[in-house]
């Protein structure tokens, strides 16, 4: 059962990052479809919106109402239909697409509610914490070493093929794919004993209140606020960057996709050696060490003044990033008990997203006081400050980590 939930999650990611290639652009899109700033900002805190009004009540009603394993499958499914109407969108739409295909892409996340609350959970039961990081790390490998082919290839034709046509074709692509993978997802089998069907408890014992999450696990609560910091850097420089490469230094969707590529091949090294070095050394002391080395990547792009410079800060950044993608997946479900993961995983991710709605309109709007690059300095001087908490306030002297003794 856990081989065969292993090799579903690797060979379903071999879809899923097709889809990813093919929606890789979709920032370009609203810019090239004469979409404001404004609303480049709103498509990368929209989301983040939606997942904070709806992932804490799609938490309680699956712990209420069952299966996890149904609400997050379905949930997936329901979210990749609507990449056809967004494919048709333009065959329907003739004024004001860019705001269209907004509204269509916010629209998505009504149905990933059960997904943000409920995955990493559900990952928890499929998997043995033997296995988590080493299948997590499969997945990104495959991912990356997919990235690297096709992103050129869509970016390529992106170019190549009447605009917006190749648009239309890339979100074509991702329904197709999209389909696929949802239906290997449902192949999953839970192990005997997992907790992913929710047992109803009475409403007594569901309270979940943050004064009780800090007085019964305090390493949680440190843990959440510090990535608060952390990601406010990151999600506030995160609308920059696309404005920065196809404003500023005049970047074409085909550097956009070699940018992509060149991240995820070095993305594909990093998770070849990163694994083995967490399981030397744990989790905690390579977030320590690497957090903060992270947070330099808005800075040097601020700095940057061609295309060739941020492809090389790209690659060097890149190397880093699994070793930060391991550790906080990794930390996230220890620091939950196992009996409430569900709704401790859900108040985690309803905070970050509060960071990742927040952060890009700050930064859009810092960005028009100060400049793009004032702004991305801005940022990396946030992360930093988060990447250093890290060290400052170990997790360790909060508490034991409730997920940790789980295996």
């Given at each position: ?22 929606v ?26 939606m ?68 995955w ?35 970016g ?52 979940f ?11 949680f ?12 850097g ?22 956009l ?8 091949v ?14 030397r ?7 320590r ?47 939950c ?23 890009p ?18 940022a ?6 988060g ?13 034991p ?5 789980e295996?």
């Amino acid at each position: 059962m856990e081989d065969r939930n292993a090799w579903l999650l690797v060979a379903e990611m071999f879809w899923t990052a097709i889809l990813g290639a093919a929606v890789s652009f979709n920032s370009a899109y609203v810019v090239r479809l004469g979409g404001s700033n404004s609303l480049v900002g709103l498509l990368t805190s929209g989301p983040a919106l939606m997942t904070i009004l709806l992932t804490l009540p799609a938490a309680r009603l699956m712990e209420w109402r069952g299966s996890r394993k149904a609400w997050v499958v379905w949930s997936i499914f329901l979210q990749r239909v609507l990449y056809l109407p967004i494919a048709l969108m333009p065959f329907f739409v003739q004024e004001r697409r860019a705001e269209a295909f907004v509204a269509l892409f916010l629209l998505r996340e009504l149905f990933l509610a059960p997904n943000h609350a409920g995955w990493n959970a559900f990952y928890a039961d499929l998997l043995p914490g033997r296995r988590r990081v080493e299948v997590l790390a499969q997945r990104r490998i495959m991912d990356a070493a997919l990235l690297v082919v096709a992103v050129p290839l869509v970016g390529e034709m992106l170019d190549k093929v009447v605009f917006p046509y190749g648009y239309q074709i890339a979100y074509g692509l991702a329904f197709v794919t999209g389909m696929i993978s949802v239906a290997m997802l449902f192949r999953l089998r839970l192990p005997e004993g997992a907790s992913a069907s929710v047992q109803r408890a009475p409403a007594t014992k569901q309270r979940f209140s943050l004064r009780r999450v800090v007085a019964e696990n305090p390493v949680f609560f440190r843990y959440t606020a510090i990535r608060v910091v952390y990601n406010l850097g990151m999600s506030l420089a995160q609308p920059l960057y696309i404005i920065y490469f196809v404003r500023v230094l005049g970047a074409s969707d085909a550097w956009l996709g070699f940018r992509l590529s060149v991240g995820n091949v070095a993305i594909l090294i990093g998770y070849w050696f990163w694994p083995r070095i967490v399981n030397r050394y744990g989790d905690l002391r390579v977030m320590r060490w690497m957090a903060p080395v992270i947070a330099l990547y808005p800075l040097g792009v601020a700095l940057s003044q061609d295309l060739n410079t941020v492809v090389a800060i790209i690659a060097l950044m890149s190397l880093v990033t699994p070793a930060t993608n391991l550790t906080f997946f990794n930390t996230s479900i220890n620091v939950c008990p196992p009996e409430r993961r569900t709704s401790y995983m859900s108040l985690y991710t309803t905070a970050i997203n509060v960071t990742g709605f927040l952060g890009p309109l700050i930064g859009v709007a810092l960005s028009e006081v100060i400049g793009i690059a004032g702004a991305l300095m801005v940022a990396s001087a946030i992360r930093m400050m988060g990447g250093a908490l890290f060290s400052l306030f170990p997790l360790e002297k909060a508490g034991p980590l409730p997920g940790s003794m789980e295996d």
